[in-house]
């Protein structure tokens, strides 16, 4: 079966401005992550979904980030105004319910801001 | 500083050798997951590692978590070239068993030459 799928799969901006990049789960997976890897890094947790809810935004840098799933199965990552630091890739996964410990993650979508 | 830190940061071997990477946590681990990662893909799920001592095989690859449970060590017997990528542990740190929230090492770059 299809597995979790992102797009773009890459995306250039401008300083300043604004981004959506989407995130389509395994279908039937209940939750939903995103993660941000910078070159050289590991990912770095941002948030997690369960169902349509955010259960926990704890990893989000600041406020021009936000991220909504409104039906329980995508989930769109924003990020406003956007700075160069904001530059990496950001990986999305989503596992069977919360208590699964495998998470399947997508390819992702390597974001470069100019 | 790094919560877990891997070592090697890159590793170089023969096909067919075996080699092993560490992953040594500064906290109590709750969890322990080992992930690949390929060039622009996303992270494949290895295995995951709860219990002091326990280890885990699949395939050519083992991994362990020691009794203390500060620190794990993944072995790949016999490499081939497909074992070739970075190898990523994530950390649970919340003994209520959050394991979505991972904190990731800076993963190790294997390459096998053939």
């Known amino acids: 079966g299809a597995g979790v799928s992102q797009t773009p799969s890459n995306k250039v901006t401008e300083k300043g401005k604004y981004v959506e990049l989407r995130c389509d789960p395994i279908s039937g997976h209940t939750a939903l992550y995103w993660y941000r890897q910078s070159l050289g890094q590991g990912p770095e947790f941002l948030i997690y979904f369960q169902g349509t809810g955010a259960a926990d935004d704890s990893g989000l840098p600041n406020d021009r980030f936000f991220a909504v799933r409104p039906e329980g199965s995508v989930s769109t990552l924003k990020i406003q105004r956007t700075e160069r630091g904001d530059s990496a890739v950001y990986l999305c996964a989503s596992s069977l319910t919360r208590d699964d410990n495998e998470q399947f993650f997508g390819p992702g979508t390597r974001l470069t801001v100019l | 500083s790094q919560e877990l830190e891997q070592s090697p940061q890159s590793l170089i071997v023969q096909e067919g050798k075996n080699l092993t990477i560490n992953c040594t946590s500064s906290?109590?681990?709750?969890?322990l997951y080992w992930y690949k990662q390929k060039y622009g893909e996303g992270l494949i799920f290895l295995m995951m590692?709860?219990?002091?001592?326990e280890e885990k095989s699949h395939e050519k690859i083992t991994a362990k978590l020691d009794e203390k449970k500060q620190q794990s060590s993944l072995h790949i017997t016999a490499s081939q070239p497909s074992h070739a990528g970075i190898y990523l542990c994530g950390a649970d740190f919340y003994s209520g068993g959050s394991n979505y929230k991972l904190t990731f090492g800076k993963g190790t770059l294997l390459t096998v030459n053939p």
């Open positions: 906290k109590t681990l709750y969890g």
């Open positions: 590692l709860q219990k002091g001592g």
